[in-house]
Nanobody
Framework: QVQLVESGGGLVQAGGSLSLSCAAS????????MGWHRQAPGRQRELVAT??????PNYADSVKGRFTISRDNINTVYLQMNSLKPEDTAVYYC???????????????WGQGTQVTVSS
């Protein structure tokens, strides 16, 4: 079974840093865009950052200059979060477009989410 497994997150004071990682496991073919979204209580899920298979990143305005997305050449995407603010508090979800097994088609998968809490 193909899945995205997230790690990292936790509790940090404002101004601090945290790192998230997300690895795709199982029988996987190619992986296209990978990314991170977040959802705060009472709010809709929103894009944080994405990165293409060629390594081109895209960021939400709210995190530009503070967050850095990267990926390896295999199956993992990372999110380095610096200068964290209380408004960054949310559940962070990994997302990837990938081929499962021998399938030619791409599937959009989500991780289970990891909590990031920034205290003021």
């Amino acid at each position: 079974q193909v899945q995205l497994v997230e790690s990292g997150g936790g509790l940090v004071q404002a101004g601090g840093s945290l790192s998230l990682s997300c690895a795709a496991s199982g029988s996987i073919g190619r992986i296209r865009t990978m990314g991170w979204h977040r959802q705060a209580p009472g709010r809709q899920r929103e894009l944080v950052a994405t990165i293409t298979s060629g390594g081109n990143p895209n960021y939400a305005d709210s995190v530009k200059g503070r967050f850095t997305i990267s990926r390896d050449n295999i199956n993992t995407v990372y999110l380095q979060m610096n200068s964290l603010k209380p408004e960054d508090t949310a559940v962070y979800y990994c997302n990837a477009d990938l081929q499962q097994g021998d399938s030619y088609y791409y599937t959009n998968l989500w991780g289970q989410g990891t909590q990031v809490t920034v205290s003021s």
